[in-house]
């Protein structure tokens, strides 16, 4: 043999034990000539060609040519590792090896199978608790919903295979479906999947708004040439408006000033001659001489608006990331204040402040996308796609209710020297001043804007993305609004870490 024939045959061996298990080729370069003689003599393009020529060699061609040379146990011995190219180099009809994997076909499987290539079982959770140590668990075409696969130990789950085991794995063949919580992997030392596809629902619990693909705290997770789409997160809830604060009492006569009752609280007003009202500021009655009107009492001071949502999402005791709820406005908001009283002794009394409005609410937090959360553990994702969905708008905060109305002040008691009491006859200075309107409530605060994530590390967790691997980033949420402008908007990272 040439020496280009023998490094092309050992480059061939090379190609083959990338595939295998090492000790399928422990024998060195020394055996590469007899591993495969035909693959030297006839295969002109060897790297195109040996998946193929592969499958067609050890299934018939070999076999039927060479029926007994030496047994077929050299060209077919070994392990046979499920490969990208679904190559069945050790001869039992399937990628990987038919006595140590197990196969599932969740269309036509039966989970009393016995679950090899030829009968397969149905589920991946029978799977995984058949599969022996080291094995694989192979997946054929379609859909899966498993309630759990948070099985402890070391596992490796491999989909996208046609019904015969054969041939190269797609993994939008086969699709794994999971709720909007994500499927928990908490318990494995050592969890593998891929060529396959995980699709996440959208979240529709408001209290768990945010949809996730995978959550894991495993303590290694390996995810290879895997497509994960996660549902959309919810949009938070606005607050309510606060509500109106009521109208202030009106005074009746000289002798009876507006009594406002704001949540319990009177409030007086100011009786004729009176500089302001018990919760006023002195601010001046009528003045007779000049002809000045009394005063009416000022409005009440607005309430402060709540707090907005915090941008940065925290973890819960539950393990879910979670965007705080905006803060209710402030019950802070004060009374009108009473209105002063008339020039004289028997000028007229002023009228009650209003009430204060209500503060609104604020609005709820937003949900985000998630492709994975890592609560722990090592992650590493190769040859991979991380499409979120859209994350939720947060919520609005509610609007703070406008004060209540002051009430109107009297007229002037009539005196001795008066038959009939106008303004013409007294003039305005006499009369009674309105109330003050209540202060507005304050507006409840906006909750931020949930994010899209393609992988949230939290604390001790670590990832590893490979180049190959992409990451689609959904629209994040706005903030909702807050009265002036609104709670921070969401954002969008491929990877975030959250101390
Ligand atoms: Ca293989
Ligand atoms: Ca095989």
Known sequence: MHSQEIRRATNIALLLCSSFALAACGGGAGDAGNAN???????????????????????????????????????????????????????????????????????????????????????????????????????????????????????????????????????ESTTISVPSSGLVLSKPDDASFAHLMFVGAD???????????????????TLDDVALRAGNGLSGTNGADGLAGSAGASATSRYESGKTSCDGS??????????????????????????????????GRPGSAGTDGGRLPTLTAEGLLEWRNAGDGHPDAVAGHGGAGGCRYEGGSGGGGGCAGKAGTGGTAAGGSVCVLALGGELTITRSLLHTGFAGAGGAGGAGGPGGAGGIGSAPACDTTCSVCTSDTFNCADYGAPGGAGGAGAHGGGSAGGWALGVATVKSATTALDASTTVELGKPGVGGANGLSRGPDGEKHASFHLD
């Open 37 to 171: 003689p035909d693959a030297g003599a006839s295969d002109t393009s060897p790297h195109v060609d040996s998946g193929a020529r592969l499958e067609g060699d050890s299934g018939t061609a070999t076999d039927t040519e060479n029926p007994s040379r030496d047994g077929s146990s050299e060209a077919c011995a070994g392990a046979d590792d499920p490969d990208d190219l679904g190559v069945d180099s050790n001869c039992d009809n399937a990628d990987g090896v038919a006595t140590r994997d197990v196969y599932v076909n969740g269309d036509t499987g039966l989970d009393s199978n016995t679950g090899d290539p030829a009968h397969p079982l149905k589920s991946i959770e029978a799977g995984l608790r058949a599969v022996k140590s080291g094995g694989y668990v192979m997946l054929a075409r379609g859909l899966y919903a498993p309630k759990t696969l948070d099985l402890p130990g070391t596992w490796k789950i491999v989909g996208g295979y046609e019904s015969t085991f054969k041939g190269a794995p797609k993994r």
């Open 203 to 221: 979240a529709e619990d408001p209290k768990s708004p945010t949809a996730y693909v995978l959550r894991t705290s495993a303590k290694k997770l």
């Open 266 to 299: 009177v409030v007086l007003a100011a009786l004729g001659g009176s500089p302001g009202s018990a919760n006023d500021e002195g601010l001046s009655a009528g003045d007779c001489s000049a002809k000045v009107p009394a005063h009416p009492g000022s409005t």
